[in-house]
């Protein structure tokens, strides 16, 4: 099992990695209100994100909707089929771009 950790690639984006769990979730969500400054919307992706359950879209839902509060808009880029489907079955996809 891979460590959680998000780092902004040379592109721009910011790429969590690693896998999301009830242990390390409330440092995650930390880690994720950093992910953008005020006023500066972010693409986010998810292509090394490991973890695909109500654990990690819990705070995927979070850290759109504590960005949202501060101006920022996140954009989430390549879910795993997996965590795509999670989010469609819980009617979770709205969460994802709060704005």
């Given at each position: 099992?891979?460590?959680?950790?998000?780092?902004?690639?040379?592109?721009?984006?910011?790429r969590?990695?690693?896998?999301?769990?009830?242990?390390?979730?409330?440092?995650?969500?930390?880690?994720?209100?950093?992910?953008?400054?005020?006023?500066?919307?972010?693409?986010?992706?998810?292509?090394?994100?490991?973890?695909?359950?109500?654990?990690?879209?819990?705070?995927?839902?979070?850290?759109?909707?504590?960005?949202?509060?501060?101006?920022?808009r996140?954009?989430?880029?390549?879910?795993?089929?997996?965590?795509?489907?999670?989010?469609?079955?819980?009617?979770?996809?709205?969460?994802l771009?709060?704005?």
């Amino acid at each position: 099992m891979a460590a959680f950790a998000i780092e902004r690639g040379p592109d721009g984006r910011l790429r969590p990695s690693g896998r999301i769990d009830y242990a390390n979730a409330p440092q995650a969500l930390a880690d994720g209100e950093r992910l953008a400054p005020s006023g500066a919307d972010a693409t986010v992706d998810l292509a090394a994100l490991e973890s695909s359950d109500t654990v990690t879209l819990g705070v995927l839902i979070a850290w759109a909707a504590r960005a949202a509060h501060r101006g920022v808009r996140l954009r989430y880029v390549n879910f795993s089929e997996d965590l795509a489907a999670l989010a469609q079955l819980c009617d979770a996809e709205p969460l994802l771009r709060a704005a």
